[in-house]
């Protein structure tokens, strides 16, 4: 289609705005979605249906035909039916030879078929040219118009031409095309709407795994030992005061394994001297969710701010809070402000303010929506400079609030240390291994390293 340019359409009103015509088979729910966002974009819609009779539902402005008379009309047909439904498509051979056939179609399952739905197609009809893509893409979104989270369409095909023409139809749509290669790869692009969060399910069994450690510590700690040691029920710390302490420090821990891999990663480029080499799979497939561990870190955080919103609104902080008034009655002496109390009281309060702040910051520029519009330098500047800086305020936050118990023989029930003991492990040896990291001396050749130097060139990858 030949396209004039902005000033040209604008001199010569009578010149048409219609892309060139699309015919779609099926007038199901993403067969209307996909033709009405095609028609507002400026394309024109055929459906090849069984009944020619107008709808309703179908687009005002789309015309409905047979199938075979709706393909004469179009260079490409977009598949939208089921692949159980494909023998229908046999007859019409000779209607779809060289016409680019656009399968569209999933499965209900993980390889439910020993071939692709798109491969199946085209050995149904040889003489056409087979194109996977909006597979990916659902038709509430296309109605809505909320694509930020499927903006993505991945395409796939045997012929250069025909994909190329799919995917500029993509980019007419407002979406972004994602070329996966040859039409093999159409089973993985198959699979993938059926995957469940793939990239979160190692994130979230750690998490579960390492808050129910946690959870489990405390509930040993604060109310077994507490029950037979000092004969308190204290249980009902289970539901606010044991997960107050878990929730921070999840969110401590999980923030610091966010920057942990990036750690590893400068040490064993530093030991290998050279960038070309790949990494561990472990530390590969840890580096691609860190986002996801973020994530989780900063829901944590949040827990954290509410529970501590809500405590002065417990029983048991009330009550602690009049016995200790009813004492200083009673003894006829009122304890005077402790300057220092008062003053770590303030900092740590300060501190988990503005790590919290930060921590939300990260989780903010980790959208889409939001990443899609900085510029790298930007986004590493946020998510490196500011989530580094983010890990430092709240490992004080932490400091401050339980270094007293380092200390103290008391905080070590059965010789266990304090859970807030345990959370500074990992944050404080991220932090020292970074400090050394970008002193100048470390700091030179690794980012010598990291734009092509290698320190012998023999065993780059």
């Not at 990036?262 to 530390?283: E, N, S, V």
Request: hydrophobic share 45%; glycine share 6%.
């Amino acid at each position: 289609m030949n396209k004039s340019s902005s000033n040209t359409m604008a001199l010569t009103p009578n010149t048409s705005n219609k892309r060139e015509t699309v015919c779609i088979f099926g007038t199901g729910d993403f067969g209307r979605a996909l033709g009405h966002k095609m028609i507002q974009s400026g394309y024109a819609v055929v459906y090849g249906s069984r009944s020619t009779q107008i709808s309703n539902l179908i687009p005002k402005d789309a015309e409905v035909l047979g199938h075979a008379e709706a393909a004469q009309k179009a260079a490409v047909i977009i598949i939208a039916i089921q692949r159980q439904h494909y023998n229908f498509l046999t007859p019409l051979a000779e209607a779809l030879h060289g016409k680019v056939l656009v399968d569209i179609s999933n499965n209900l399952k993980l390889n439910q078929h020993p071939e692709s739905n798109a491969e199946y197609l085209a050995q149904l009809l040889p003489g056409s040219k087979v194109v996977k893509a909006f597979n990916t893409v659902s038709a509430w979104a296309l109605q809505s118009g909320t694509l930020d989270a499927s903006r993505q369409v991945f395409v796939c095909g045997d012929d250069v031409e025909a994909k190329q023409m799919v995917m500029n139809i993509v980019r007419a749509l407002g979406l972004t095309p994602l070329d996966k290669g040859s039409l093999l790869a159409a089973q993985e692009i198959e699979n993938y709407p059926l995957q469940l969060f793939p990239m979160w399910k190692f994130p979230i069994f750690l998490s579960l795994g390492l808050a129910a450690f946690f959870f489990f510590y405390c509930v040993a700690l604060d109310i077994i030992y507490t029950y037979i040691y000092e004969n308190n029920n204290f249980s009902f710390f289970i539901a606010i005061t044991i997960p107050n302490r878990v929730c921070p420090v999840m969110a401590l821990i999980l923030l610091a394994l966010v920057y942990l891999p990036g750690i590893f990663a400068a040490i064993i480029q530093l030991h290998r001297g050279t960038k070309y080499r790949r990494f561990p799979d472990w530390l590969d497939k840890w580096m691609l969710c860190r986002k996801q561990l973020g994530l989780i870190a900063l829901a944590f955080a949040s827990l954290h701010a509410v529970f501590t919103l809500v405590s002065p609104l417990r029983a048991f902080v009330r009550w602690r809070i009049s016995k200790g008034i009813i004492s200083q009655a009673l003894n006829n002496k009122t304890e005077p402000l402790n300057n220092t109390n008062a003053w770590l009281s303030d900092s740590y309060l300060a501190l988990g303010i503005l790590g919290y702040f930060l921590f939300v910051l990260l989780g903010i520029t980790s959208l889409p929506s939001v990443s899609n519009n900085v510029n790298w330098r930007e986004f590493r500047f946020v998510q490196s400079k500011l989530g580094y800086l983010a890990l430092i305020l709240c490992t004080a936050h932490t400091l401050v609030y339980g270094g007293k118990w380092f200390l103290s023989p008391s905080a070590y029930k059965w010789y266990l240390p304090n859970i807030y003991i345990l959370s500074l492990i990992v944050p404080c040896a991220v932090l020292v291994v970074k400090f050394v990291l970008i002193l100048p001396c470390i700091d030179k050749p690794l980012t010598q390293i990291r734009q092509g130097w290698e320190r012998n060139p023999k065993y780059s990858e």
